[in-house]
């Protein structure tokens, strides 16, 4: 038989092997009682630490420099009345004409001049250094863009063998001196439009007589060292002209700034108008004399030749400003590829076809360009100045991401 087992009484005392564990007291938190109304404590500020101090705010423009600047925002209204009185009364510019080409070349320097009063040397050294590649992409633009849509546009048109001789020799002329003029309307980056238009200017020397003779199948010598000798005289003399100026009298220049974008689009707008108004009355001649004799020009095609000059122009516009955009160039080189490329130096076109052709229709297109690519490109920039260019101020990079 199995013994029993009774339970014995353990004392209640720790036992030998345990040990005593403490455990320390967390304090409860304090709960809001119900029915009773929190306390806000009051909010604690630090005090600010002190920073750099800001820059004084410039003082506000007087209203006679918003009145100056609008005034040349007027350009398309002046090349406008210029050419309507140019067909009207061609005589009204005689005065001018009769000085030519010395007034031309003093209007064009005086132009500059202008231009170069609000730059300074340091821009054009930066652009040099820190946007060589803007200067290249620009002047590929002008020399591919414009010598082929003056051959597309002209087949499209089914335009005669002159005229469209003519609209091919417009398209391969380098930029001319009034896209500054509108680059600086139009907020664009006036120190490459500039660089642009000597570059292209001077790379005529070869590049247009080699586009020509390739797309209209007619070689028109240029000559070299005359036409570096007038871009010299004309864009790169009067523009260090005008930036030694701004160093030396800050002051008197500080004061005539305000007037150099008014003046330089009020000569740009007679030098136009001018140059529109020498051709006409040959031009008028000519088409008379021609479409009297064989009706191979009838008057209802000037209305063809005017359309062709502003497709050329537009395309140029419109295709400069997209493959600047798609080349990943800011706003600023955007506007200023997109004017220099779509604006021609139309009175170099004019002097080269009547001294190498014996049509004078061959001189019609850039005759007519003087007027709708000034009324053209000076639009455009009426409306990019309202239009604030994106990003910062003063754009160094040709790249978003260099």
């Not at 967390?26 to 600010?48: D, G, S, Y």
Request: with cysteine; proline share 9%; aromatic share 8%.
């Amino acid at each position: 038989m199995a013994p029993l087992l009774l339970p014995l009484p353990l004392p209640l005392g720790t036992l030998p092997c345990a040990r005593s564990v403490s455990r320390p007291t967390v304090p409860r938190p304090c709960l809001p009682l119900p029915f009773t109304k929190r306390q806000r404590l009051p909010a604690v500020r630090c005090p600010a630490e002190p920073g750099p101090a800001a820059p004084p705010a410039a003082p506000p423009a007087p209203r006679w420099h918003a009145a100056l600047s609008a005034a040349a925002g007027l350009y398309p209204a002046y090349v406008t009345a210029g050419a309507a009185v140019a067909v009207t009364r061609p005589d009204a510019f005689g005065w001018f004409v009769d000085m030519a080409p010395g007034s031309y070349t003093a209007t064009l320097g005086f132009i500059m001049l202008a231009m170069g009063l609000t730059l300074q040397l340091r821009d054009f050294a930066a652009l040099l250094r820190d946007r060589p590649l803007a200067i290249l992409f620009g002047c590929a633009a002008q020399y591919t863009i414009m010598p082929a849509f003056g051959a597309i546009v002209s087949r499209a048109l089914g335009l005669p063998s002159s005229l469209s001789v003519g609209l091919i020799l417009l398209g391969c002329c380098p930029g001319g001196t009034a896209s500054n003029v509108v680059t600086l309307v139009a907020k664009g980056d006036v120190p490459l439009s500039i660089v642009m238009t000597v570059c292209s200017t001077l790379a005529a020397v070869l590049l247009t007589p080699l586009l020509t003779k390739i797309l209209a199948g007619a070689y028109i010598p240029v000559d070299a060292v005359q036409l570096s000798l007038s871009t010299l005289q004309v864009v790169v003399a009067p523009i260090l002209l005008g930036s030694s100026i701004q160093t030396a009298f800050p002051s008197v220049v500080q004061f005539v700034t305000p007037f150099a974008p008014l003046m330089a689009v009020l000569a740009s707008s007679l030098l136009a108008c001018s140059v529109f108004s020498e051709n006409f009355v040959r031009l008028r001649t000519t088409i008379s004399d021609a479409s009297s004799v064989n009706g191979s020009f009838v008057s209802g095609d000037i209305g063809l030749v005017m359309l062709s000059v502003f497709l050329l122009h537009f395309a140029g516009f419109f295709v400069g400003y997209a493959t600047a955009a798609i080349g990943g160039f800011k706003e600023k080189q955007r506007r200023a590829i997109s004017i220099e490329v779509g604006m021609q130096n139309s009175s170099l076109g004019v002097v080269l076809a009547t001294a190498h052709f014996s049509s004078p229709l061959v001189a019609l297109p850039p005759a007519l360009s003087a007027v709708i690519m000034n009324m053209m490109g000076s639009t455009l920039g009426l409306v990019w100045q309202y239009i604030r260019p994106s990003g910062s101020e003063n754009e160094t990079t040709d790249m978003p991401n260099a």
